[in-house]
């Protein structure tokens, strides 16, 4: 079966419920291009596009991290990137509050798509998985890609969100994928209204990177990290993962602002382990 595409995503709407925000008080739509990411990047010459919002029905150049390809067809997923040229944090802080907001803006959305009347142990609940992946029931259902250009002497950023929202079972069928993939439709059983997620990441995103810049550099006293940890469900458990070609596992002490994932290891021996160079493996 194939999903329908649905309503198409609303600009005035959008604006209008950011008007008073920075994050998403512009935003601009394509019918398809390469990349959002890609489009954001024309507009970051200039500092006043701080907060631009680039979203598409459609992407054919789709990427996520390491180099992988972020498959999406017409109106059935959120494509979205948000360019940020007053920001001093580094981009793996900007990966974790992304992640926060997503994680808190799916959940949002499934309360307020009927399932409130759920006890907590059945209504759809969204975790975090490091760095940068978003599941349900161990199934992706969103990613995160941030990047870094120097322009001008000043650091700006890119972050890529995309979301699936309307895609049916059939639609990942065709494809290698490192993670299974789901959609919102698809555990929620009803069809997204992709504008309204879109309005609830944005207010997320919007939140979580004002607390960036108030945050301790202490992660104990970060309150991003603090709510990424309770996001993943990883702090303390035994966690497998890859590095450079070698698997490493240990328990999860917590998150390094930069450094990446603490993990005291079987062995009892500390390391830090960067995004970049890492993927889980299990835990």
């Known amino acids: 079966m194939t999903v329908p595409i649905l309503s198409p995503l609303d600009v005035d709407r959008i604006e209008a419920v950011r008007k ?15 990349s959002t990411n890609d489009i954001a990047w024309e507009y970051a010459a200039n500092a006043d596009n701080h907060g631009l919002c680039v979203l598409a029905e459609s992407q054919h150049k789709g990427r996520g991290r390491r ?12 494509l979205c990137s948000v360019l940020l040229t007053e920001t001093s944090a580094p981009a793996e802080v900007l990966t974790l509050a992304a992640g926060v907001a997503v994680a808190e803006a799916i959940n949002e959305l499934a309360y307020n798509h009927g399932q409130a009347q759920l006890d907590r142990a059945t209504r759809l609940q969204s975790r975090i998985k490091w760095p940068n992946d ?4 161990d199934q992706k259902v969103a990613g995160i890609l941030t990047e870094k250009q120097t322009l001008n002497g000043r650091d700006a950023f ?4 995309g979301i699936n929202c309307n895609q049916s079972r059939d639609v990942f069928k065709p ?13 929620t ?3 997204i209204d992709r504008t309204e997620l879109v309005c609830v990441l944005l207010d997320k995103l919007g939140y979580w990177l004002e607390k960036i810049r ?11 990290i603090q709510r990424w940890l309770q996001l993943s469900g990883m702090l303390g458990q035994h966690v497998t993962v890859e590095c450079d070609g070698r698997q490493y596992s240990g328990f999860c002490r917590g998150i390094d602002p930069v450094d990446g ?16 160079q890492t993927s889980i493996v299990d835990y």
């Open 20 to 34: 008073d925000g920075c994050i998403g008080r512009r935003v601009v739509v394509f019918q398809s291009t390469s």
């Open 67 to 78: 180099g992988r390809v972020w498959y999406s067809a017409p109106g059935q997923s959120i």
């Open 134 to 137: 978003v599941l349900i029931q």
């Open 158 to 161: 890119v972050i890529g969100i």
């Open 175 to 187: 494809y290698d994928l490192n993670i299974p993939a789901t959609s919102l439709a698809i555990e």
């Open 189 to 191: 059983g009803q069809d």
């Open 214 to 224: 108030v945050g301790a550099v202490d992660p104990a006293e970060n309150p991003v």
């Open 261 to 276: 994932l603490i993990l005291q290891l079987d062995n009892s021996l500390v390391r830090l382990f960067a995004a970049a």
